[in-house]
């Protein structure tokens, strides 16, 4: 399922590297692929901030949105954890 227009996750760095934009998922399987593409730096600042789960809630996606939301993230194996949560 798609985000509805304007609704759609911006992946951004950091407010301390600047805060620009690095991707826009507008559904799973784009957020899965940014996880894997973008800054580590921005997937960390995300995954630690919380961002994902609500986002993945608004879509639907109750399942991934748990997960995410007891995820400890450690910034080694981040990407490997969030992409594991993603597939439950």
């Known amino acids: ?11 951004r760095m950091p407010p301390e590297k600047g805060g ?5 998922a507008k559904n799973l399987n784009d957020l ?5 593409t973008a800054p ?6 995300h ?3 919380g961002h994902f789960a609500p986002w ?7 399942s991934p949105a748990s997960a995410l939301r007891g995820l400890v993230i450690n910034d080694k194996t981040a990407r490997v ?8």
């Open 56 to 62: 993945l809630d608004m879509l639907g996606s109750r």
């Open 32 to 36: 899965a692929n940014l996880i894997k």
């Open 1 to 11: 399922m798609d985000a509805p227009i304007g609704k759609e996750f911006v992946f």
């Open 40 to 45: 580590l730096e921005a997937v960390i600042y």
């Open 20 to 24: 620009s934009v690095v991707g826009r």
């Open 81 to 88: 954890a969030l992409l594991r949560a993603l597939r439950s």
């Open 47 to 49: 995954a630690k901030g």
